[in-house]
């Protein structure tokens, strides 16, 4: 299936994957919904991003959330909540030891870096590795988390 997935992911990015290793979430409509990545890709560049979401769906609303000063907002609320500090250290460490290759957190984050980057990837992280709170409470706030019809084509 993997080969036809990579078409699927390929129609939802509009241009081929890179990286791309497999599918790690679906929709409930079966598409893919978030991929693993390699950590370099077939040019032998480092990949930061091990899950990367792919949903239409999710895009668009994690965008959106991005454009309303959601990274900035989550910073602030991982900075200033104990177990949301914690659910990220716990998070980039994983993401550590998943990726032994490169030494960086979710979404490429660099130790001690201070501020989330990419909200995509945090949701991308807590889809595929439930537990990661701070992910899951950014996931919360994508209600409806799925769309009543499928989003690809």
């Known amino acids: 299936m993997v080969g036809s997935d990579r078409t699927v ?3 939802q990015l509009g241009r081929p994957p890179r990286a791309f290793r497999r599918v790690v ?3 409930p409509f079966g598409r893919p919904a978030v991929t693993e990545q390699a950590p370099y890709d ?3 560049e480092p990949f930061p991003t091990t899950f990367w979401l792919t949903c239409p769906h999710l895009v668009a609303a ?13 910073t602030r609320a991982s900075a200033g909540d104990p177990a949301l500090r914690d659910s990220l250290e716990a998070a980039n460490a994983e993401q550590r ?3 032994p290759e490169l ?4 979404g490429g984050a660099r130790p001690g870096a201070g501020s989330l980057k990419c909200l995509h990837a945090h949701v ?10 701070l992910g899951e409470r950014v996931v919360s706030e994508l209600e409806p988390l799925w ?7």
């Open 42 to 44: 077939d040019a032998g």
């Open 147 to 153: 769309p009543d019809v499928c989003c690809t084509a």
């Open 9 to 11: 992911v390929e129609r």
């Open 62 to 74: 994690v965008s959106r959330l991005e454009a309303a000063g959601g990274v900035e907002r989550w």
């Open 25 to 27: 979430v679906r929709c």
């Open 97 to 99: 030891r998943i990726r």
């Open 124 to 133: 991308a992280f807590a889809l595929a590795r439930p537990g990661y709170e």
């Open 103 to 106: 030494d960086l957190g979710v």
